[in-house]
């Protein structure tokens, strides 16, 4: 896993998991469905290592979009319990933070968000290309760009 800081989104688990819960919320699933179908896709009980991510994410989403389920919530303090114990104190400054936002965050969530996110509409637009198409744009006199359309 990737992180770059001690908040809670900044780490490539917990940002994934807010991005495709957005991508799910804005295609009008109910917010149980969605965390069924992220509990699913990331397998939280047979990932250890990322278990405090994976529900700190799930959590994340239902809080931003109003509607954290008490299911959530009881397995998120498992989860950063099950953090803390296992977490090396290597860097006792950054642990210290963590830890700080992750209580903060736990704390944020038990009250419901002012001003949840609404959904926003999907719009399906054609594509130029096909699958197989080639595109090329040049850059300079000397680069080019390549991509090709696989979907």
Same mark, same amino acid.
């Given at each position: 896993?990737?992180?770059?800081?001690?908040?809670?989104?900044?780490?490539?688990?917990?940002?994934?998991?807010?991005?495709?819960?957005?991508?799910?919320?804005?295609?009008?699933?109910?917010?149980?469905?969605?965390?069924?179908?992220?509990?699913?896709?990331?397998?939280?009980?047979?990932?250890?290592?990322?278990?405090?991510?994976?529900?700190?994410?799930?959590?994340?989403?239902?809080?931003?979009?109003?509607?954290?389920?008490?299911? &959530?919530?009881?397995?998120?303090?498992?989860? &950063?319990?099950?953090?803390?114990?296992?977490?090396?104190?290597?860097?006792?400054?950054?642990?210290?933070?963590?830890?700080?936002?992750?209580?903060?965050?736990?704390?944020?969530?038990? &009250?419901?968000?002012?001003?949840?996110?609404?959904?926003?509409?999907?719009?399906?637009?054609?594509?130029?290309?096909?699958?197989?198409?080639?595109?090329?744009?040049?850059?300079?006199?000397?680069?080019?760009?390549?991509?090709?359309?696989?979907?």
């Amino acid at each position: 896993m990737g992180a770059w800081g001690t908040g809670i989104l900044q780490n490539d688990t917990t940002a994934d998991i807010w991005v495709e819960f957005k991508e799910l919320y804005n295609t009008g699933l109910s917010q149980k469905d969605i965390r069924l179908q992220l509990e699913k896709g990331y397998n939280p009980q047979s990932d250890l290592e990322y278990y405090a991510e994976i529900w700190t994410g799930i959590a994340y989403g239902q809080w931003m979009c109003g509607g954290l389920e008490d299911y &959530t919530f009881k397995k998120l303090s498992d989860a &950063t319990k099950l953090k803390c114990q296992t977490l090396l104190a290597d860097d006792k400054k950054l642990l210290e933070k963590r830890l700080n936002a992750i209580s903060n965050f736990i704390e944020k969530v038990q &009250t419901p968000r002012p001003n949840p996110l609404k959904r926003k509409q999907i719009v399906v637009r054609q594509s130029f290309f096909k699958k197989g198409d080639i595109i090329g744009i040049r850059i300079s006199s000397t680069q080019c760009i390549a991509a090709i359309v696989t979907d």
